[in-house]
């Protein structure tokens, strides 16, 4: 094993084994309990002190807080911070509430259903579309010991109600038309940031190689860039309008670093290219792999996959040189170029590092720069919609057009649509960074794109089958040359024999055989001996009845395979030879037995 290279086994060769005594690193517990204080360190390093000791009731508060640092802690399920904050926030508020009662619960075992009824209808009342989440976070919280142990069983029997279950429904996705839209426009924009920030680049090795060449507005642009990249900062003027000097910093900053207002088009763009969740692209890192000059590699914090499980490596391609904003591995190391003057002032780990100005108070060296999403994920910088409408970015509709409301979350559920589509709906092949479950419950399910294109899929799926059932009707008379004999009016040769839902007019003669006729009556509609007159219409108009019902018990492929050349050829050969009065006067006596199971007896399936 090398430092380039993964390492090989095969037989004769076994594994390496590294030198000395391998100690595993040591991981810090999740969340620590300081008397009242439950210190918490999320799988992102995220981390925050929950005071228990701040809440109401203090008969309350030893189990409160051994209880909630079990459920933030190593063996809890909360693993980041805004879980953990989300859980706090439920907890505090029922606190809050319970002090608040005629007769409050001083202690856990005093508390009563009626308590919680109350509450419930508290947040009801406080205008929450879905009260029983809250009662919700609270139920898991008081199955854990020792809050469990010390409430009372009908507490504990009103924990385990089936709680009505929310179904979030999220933003629709955008169409065709307006995914192009946003994906030309952040394109566009990331074009002209890595336009600006490499042509400052060439004006400063111009300036520092033959600076005769440069103009004399191009020379003193050049000998401030210079003064920023050796002192670490953008220079302070005295004496000017806050705004003004904030104004005027901004300009000069942008030739040398990314900021605030680039990231809503590099990340739209990365999430169209990539097809990672906002979350995942704000904590990518910095540290990444060169694969053969073709690929890189990465490893990212994926949440929400359990405990312990929270890291994924992808490889992306590089792609040829000029197509950077087209491939996810070349737009990466274009980012991770771009903000390297930025990543190397504050030392960053993150591959995100932008230039943060000061305000009215500027912030000098290091402190000017940041990783926008090193607090919190869901800050929203750049101002996505101010971005939108610069562009002028509509929606697609009847006129008057609304503005377009660009989110990376909807982004994301339109790149997973338009996946899935291109893999034929497939859903373990367009599953990536989600299983096909996730895929369906939170991207596919209910969103009107994915409907109209399903819908789309079942008509054509459908029509082909008709039009293969069709066929296969056609070519059951082909042999013989015949077709079927349909006598809309009464028919006069009386020499035939009736049968379920026709007659046949040599029943002793079989076109193919020549024999006495053996088949099935449902084989009668793809013989050139079958007559179909008005008087069969209405047990032919049952049969069909019959047949949809069948279709509703059975599988598609199965029914297409017993009964669909039948519905084909009545729905396509006979029924369109008889006027829609006919038909209409048909449904007037049509008998209530189709006669359907007397082919489905074994002896007709010999």
């Not at 789309?456 to 039009?467: F, G, H």
Request: glycine share 8%; with cysteine.
């Amino acid at each position: 094993m090398t430092a380039d290279h993964r390492g090989a086994t095969h037989p004769g060769r076994p594994a390496a084994v590294p030198a000395g005594f391998y100690a595993p690193e040591s991981r810090p517990e999740t969340a620590q309990r300081s008397g009242l204080i439950v210190q918490f360190r999320g799988e992102d390093d995220r981390t925050k002190a929950f005071d228990v000791g701040s809440l109401p009731l203090p008969g309350w508060h030893e189990a409160l807080a051994e209880s909630f640092a079990a459920r933030v802690g190593p063996d809890g399920r909360l693993r980041t911070l805004a879980s953990a904050i989300g859980q706090w926030t439920a907890l505090a508020r029922f606190m809050r509430f319970l002090a608040t009662r005629p007769r409050p619960p001083v202690t856990p075992d005093r508390l009563t259903r009626a308590d919680l009824d109350a509450f419930v209808g508290h947040v009801a009342a406080a205008g929450r579309r879905h009260p029983w989440g809250v009662v919700k976070r609270l139920c898991v919280l008081f199955e854990l010991p020792p809050l469990g142990e010390v409430v009372g069983a009908p507490v504990r029997d009103y924990m385990n109600l089936p709680f009505p279950k929310p179904r979030h429904t999220s933003a629709n996705a955008y169409s065709d038309g307006e995914y192009r839209s946003i994906v030309s426009a952040a394109r566009a924009d990331a074009a002209a940031i890595r336009d600006r920030l490499y042509g400052s680049k060439r004006l400063l090795v111009r300036w520092r190689g033959d600076r005769a060449t440069l103009t004399p507005d191009e020379a003193s642009l050049a000998a401030q860039l210079a003064q920023v990249i050796e002192q670490g900062r953008v220079p302070v003027t005295s004496g000017t309008c806050p705004i003004q000097e904030l104004a005027a910093r901004t300009v000069l900053a942008r030739h040398l670093f990314v900021t605030g207002m680039d990231l809503t088009p590099l990340m739209l763009l990365f999430t169209a290219i990539t097809g990672l969740n906002a979350e995942s692209i704000k904590e990518l890192p910095a540290q990444h792999r060169v694969l053969d000059s073709s690929a890189v590699e990465v490893r990212f914090i994926k949440r929400r996959r359990g405990p312990r499980r929270w890291f994924q490596t992808v490889t992306w391609e590089i792609g040829a040189p000029g197509r950077e904003l087209h491939t996810p591995g070349g737009l990466y190391l274009l980012l991770h170029d771009l903000m390297a003057p930025s990543r190397a002032i504050n030392g960053t780990a993150s591959l995100w590092s932008i230039w943060r100005g000061g305000g009215r108070q500027p912030r000098l060296g290091d402190q000017e720069h940041m990783d926008p999403f090193v607090r919190t994920l869901g800050t929203s910088h750049g101002g996505q919609q101010r971005w939108a409408r610069q562009h002028q970015l509509v929606a697609d509709g009847p006129p008057p057009q609304q503005p377009l409301t660009v989110t990376l979350r909807r982004m994301r559920k339109t790149v997973e649509i338009r996946r899935t589509k291109q893999l034929g709906g497939h859903l373990p092949s367009a599953a990536q960074t989600n299983s096909a479950a996730t895929l369906f419950r939170n991207y596919l399910r209910g969103d009107p794109i994915t409907l109209d294109w399903a819908e789309s899929v079942v008509s054509d799926a459908l029509a082909d089958a008709e039009s293969a059932a069709l066929e296969a009707h056609r070519r059951a008379l082909d042999p013989v040359g015949g077709s079927l004999v349909i006598a809309p009016h009464d028919y006069a040769n009386a020499g035939h024999r009736d049968t379920a839902w026709s007659a046949c007019t040599e029943p002793d003669r079989h076109p193919e055989t020549g024999k006495p006729c053996r088949v099935s009556f449902l084989d009668c509609f793809h013989c050139q001996n079958c007559l179909i007159t008005a008087a069969h219409l209405p047990r032919l108009l049952a049969l069909m009845e019959a047949l949809t019902e069948r279709r509703e018990l059975l599988g598609e492929m199965q029914w297409w395979s017993r009964y669909g050349h039948v519905w084909a050829a009545i729905r396509n050969d006979v029924l369109t030879r008889f006027t829609p009065a006919q038909i209409a006067q048909a449904r007037t006596i049509q008998p209530a037995d189709a006669l359907l199971d007397l082919v489905e007896s074994p002896w007709e399936r010999v």
